[in-house]
Nanobody
Framework: QVQLVESGGGSVQAGGSLILSCAAS????????MGWFRQAPGKEREGVAR????????YYDDSVKGRFTVSRDNAKNTVYLQMTGLQPEDSAIYYC????????????????????WGQGTQVTVSS
């Protein structure tokens, strides 16, 4: 069964850090583009970062470059999003997503490029 399960959300003060995890079922993790997205109330879902699991190549939205790091552990079929220097504008529900295997990662900044989604985890940053 295809599955993506996020964990690690929570509440922090501005300047704080959090690490999100996304455990994926093996059939969608291998050789795949795994993305992190976020959606704040009243806003569209936006891409934050993504990683191609077979090569480890990463991509970031300009809003999080230098603050967020996406990584993966192939032995655990898990991707991570390490978030530092969090600001109130980073508050949102964060989602993990997976594209279809072997379909590349470079042109997958948009949410409609992904097939599978996790349930989301809330991140709240207070000032």
């Amino acid at each position: 069964q295809v599955q993506l399960v996020e964990s690690g959300g929570g509440s922090v003060q501005a300047g704080g850090s959090l690490i999100l995890s996304c455990a994926a079922s093996a059939d969608i993790y291998s050789s795949n583009c795994m993305g992190w997205f976020r959606q704040a109330p009243g806003k569209e879902r936006e891409g934050v970062a993504r990683i191609y699991t077979i090569t480890g190549k990463t991509y970031y939205d300009d809003s999080v470059k230098g603050r967020f790091t996406v990584s993966r552990d192939n032995a655990k079929n898990t991707v991570y999003l390490q978030m530092t220097g969090l600001q109130p504008e980073d508050s949102a529900i964060y989602y993990c997503a997976a594209a279809l295997p072997w379909s590349g990662c470079q042109e997958r900044a948009r949410a409609d490029a992904y097939t599978y989604w996790g349930q989301g985890t809330q991140v709240t940053v207070s000032s």
